[in-house]
């Protein structure tokens, strides 16, 4: 019976390591990734500067394109007709339609990376709330095992060689009583 203690010993012992175990690496996990995470639950970030230019460049370079097509067969009309009527219409109008674009352009990027922060942002809360509960449900089942173990051992201390001669001895005591004439 004593084999029977010194395994529910065993087993509290070991439920008390699995739960500290597992604790420790929720809270290593933790300490790596959830400063990065609140980082970006709290202040989202969407495109990083070099994105945005990039982008910004990409589109720059279209609105030029067309500027330059305009501005080079203006030219070339008036070459070709000798007649500068509407050539600097044509060139005003042009510059208006490429700063158009690029503020098209730029709102649109800017769109998008507040659009990517936000993602982030939700993204980075929800996995903060997957963490703790994660971390959260480990500890606490292996912990809820803690009861069982305390049980089982119990049990197992209450039977022995020892226990059951007091059982015996307190079962035998009415009828020793009885024959001794109540004494």
Do not use: C
């Amino acid at each position: 019976m004593r084999d029977a203690a010194n395994q529910a010993k065993g087993a509290f012992n070991q439920t008390t390591g699995t739960a500290n175990s597992e604790l420790n690496n929720a809270n290593q996990i933790g300490d790596s990734l959830i400063p990065g995470l609140e980082r970006e639950a709290q202040n989202p970030e969407g495109f990083t500067p070099e994105q945005e230019n990039n982008q910004l460049v990409a589109a720059q370079q279209g609105a030029g394109g067309t500027n330059s097509a305009i501005a080079g067969e203006a030219s070339s009309r008036l070459a070709r007709t000798r007649n500068s009527a509407g050539y600097s219409n044509a060139l005003d109008q042009a510059a208006r339609d490429k700063t158009q674009q690029n503020s098209d352009a730029a709102l649109n990027i800017k769109n998008q990376s507040a659009r990517l922060g936000l993602q982030r942002q939700s993204q980075a809360q929800g996995e903060l709330g997957e963490l703790y509960g994660t971390d959260t449900n480990a500890g606490l089942k292996a912990e809820s095992l803690l009861p069982e173990d305390i049980d089982a051992e119990a049990k197992a201390g209450s039977t022995g060689w020892f226990q059951n001669m007091t059982q015996l001895i307190a079962s035998l005591k009415p009828g020793a009583s009885a024959a001794f004439g109540g004494r």
